[in-house]
């Protein structure tokens, strides 16, 4: 199993009404990109580069840009978190209750 190199991933706030079309192709000049993960009703996407120095070329280029011909929207472009499975954060979120009686027992 090949590991995703550290690093190689952006989270972009775009907009609900960007497509993952319009995101790749202002992303591609920055490096092979490996997928744009939407999450619409957030108005987040993330990108995923081959290479960590893409991910860094993205941010340096592309933060701040407006896409669209300046009709928008302005882009937030920033490296994204390492992705946790979702077994981990629930064992941390149950973690965080247990911890602090207060939540452990509804405040009582």
Known sequence: MELDPPHSRVFVV????IE??????????CGNIQNVKMVK?????????????SAALAIEALHGAVLNEG????????????????CVAA???????VADPELAIGGL
Not at 41 to 53: E, H, I, L, T
């Open 14 to 17: 775009c907009g609900r009404a």
């Open 20 to 29: 993952a079309e319009e995101l790749q192709a202002a992303f591609a000049p």
């Open 71 to 86: 009709r928008g929207p302005r882009l937030k472009v920033m490296l994204a978190e390492a992705p946790r499975p979702r």
């Open 41 to 53: 009703d957030k108005g987040v996407a993330y990108v995923k580069f081959d290479r960590a120095s």
């Open 91 to 97: 064992a941390a979120a149950v973690a965080a209750t």
